[in-house]
């Protein structure tokens, strides 16, 4: 049975308001238990992530990046103050329907929610088609990470935009009452699966939409290890099932598909000793790392079945993850070096052709030394669109590497909870459906 959900409009009306009046006035004010200094606190347990200080800069100089700002410029973006500017009523009340779709179509998705004050005919705009036509038209507004986490054991959720260096509060009131953890997030949908008592359960749901479903039980329903794919042109999802969470035992591969609302079994991954839970899916395939046989295991969706790719690691490599990048691409970042005073780290791309891993990257010392100050101390990343994002636990920072811009940056202004956060990469749309 297929539950689903959708928020009240009063509660609808009230998502993210916070962040862009009062709360966010509040938390510049004062510093806040749970977000730290002027922010709050986006599938896989992950690192905080730190507010990196800089020099003042002139407004004049600053340049809008459509990615990750450096720390000079993002400490700046976030001071500028634009003037209040009157609009003509009379204008805007005379706009076609087309064109004041197309205008609010390019509004940033969080400043949506502000504008539905505005009259009866903005607040019905996340149910207008023609905004949605629009809406999925328009290029995506940019990386930010989504966080979420429980405070005195009430589940809290916050958006981090890169572009706009702002936090925005996610109410997630309208979810069931379990004991969630979150899995991932694919465009515009977010993957959560947790416990109804005894029973494992898996919930998508669209954050901004505050719609929601859960998904029918897996054949062999026991906690499992989950990745969420969804595919934009035929507006469906896809959502994969590997192997049990707390034992050794083989489970069959499950794949659910939204068009046919079910689980299909397929083959079971051969017996391998993984060297973590963290999986990479890109081109249709996913990918996990394994001790023995020494490589990678490869699942390929389009055919249901395993196979092992005898891609050896790199030498020196301490811990490594698994990074999905662009098209084919995919990426090992992981430390190298015994002691720490020669550690550092490193990024590689698998040559599909020859199976060998190819360094594209290492970070800068200066960089590793301020992320990472103990030789033992953990870190994690994440990735999207050739974005890498390494996040310390206990440094409270976070990385931001472009590959294609070969560029390293700190992420400024952005503060999460130091161990029970989990983070991830998040695209917010409208128009991300999930049925």
């Given at each position: ?40 606190g ?21 340049k809008t ?156 329903n ?33 794949v ?11 083959e ?63 990426f090992?970042v992981?430390r ?18 020859k ?31 050739n974005?890498i ?27 999460l909870?130091?161990?029970?956060s ?9 128009d991300?459906?999930?049925?």
């Open positions: 049975m297929i539950e689903m959900g959708e928020a009240s409009e009063t509660e609808s009306r009230t998502l993210l308001m916070s962040s862009s009046s009062v709360e966010e006035e509040s938390l510049r004010r004062s510093p806040s238990p749970i977000f730290g200094r002027g922010s709050c986006g599938s896989r347990n992950t690192s905080p992530l730190g507010r990196m200080g800089s020099r003042n800069t002139s407004p004049s100089r600053i990046k459509p990615r990750g700002l450096d720390e000079e410029t993002a400490a700046t973006f976030s001071k500028f103050v634009q003037p209040d500017i009157r609009m003509e009523d009379n204008i805007w009340a005379m706009l076609p329907e087309d064109l004041l779709n197309e205008i609010l179509a390019r509004v940033p998705p969080f400043m949506i929610f502000r504008l539905r004050s505005v009259c009866k005919r903005w607040n019905s705009i996340l149910q207008d088609n023609g905004f949605l036509k629009f809406h999925s038209q328009v290029p995506s507004h940019g990386p930010c990470l989504l966080t979420y986490w429980k405070n005195s054991q009430t589940p809290q959720c916050s958006v981090f935009s890169l572009p706009l260096k702002q936090w925005f509060r996610i109410p997630v009131t309208f979810l069931p009452r379990w004991a969630f953890w979150l899995v991932g997030s694919s465009g515009g949908l977010v993957c959560l699966s947790g416990m109804d008592g005894l029973t494992f359960k898996t919930v998508i749901c669209n954050p901004l939409t505050q719609k929601w479903r859960t998904l029918p039980s897996l054949h062999y026991q906690q499992r290890q989950l990745i969420m794919v969804v595919n934009r042109k035929d507006r469906s999802f896809k959502v994969i099932a590997t192997s049990d969470v707390f034992s050794d035992k083989s489970l069959p591969t499950e659910y598909d939204s068009k046919s609302n079910k689980w299909s079994v397929h079971r991954m051969p017996a391998v000793n993984l060297c973590s839970s963290k999986m990479a899916f890109c081109d249709s395939r996913l990918y996990l790392e394994t001790l023995s046989p020494l490589g990678l295991m490869m699942y390929r969706l389009d055919t249901g079945q395993w196979e092992h790719i005898p891609a050896k690691f790199p030498r020196s490599l301490l811990d490594g993850y698994l990074v999905a990048g662009s098209k084919k691409r995919l090992l992981g190298i070096g015994l002691y720490s005073t020669h550690q550092s780290m490193k990024i590689w791309e698998l040559d599909h052709s199976y060998v891993w190819v360094e594209i990257s290492r970070m800068p010392p200066r960089y590793f030394r301020a992320l990472l100050r103990l030789s033992a101390e953990r870190f994690e990343c994440f990735g999207q669109d974005l994002c390494f996040t310390s636990w206990n440094q409270g920072k976070g990385l931001l590497y472009d590959v294609d811009k070969k560029a390293w940056s700190w992420i400024a202004g952005c503060a909870q130091a161990y029970n989990q983070v991830c990469f998040y695209e917010p749309r409208f991300s459906v999930i049925y």
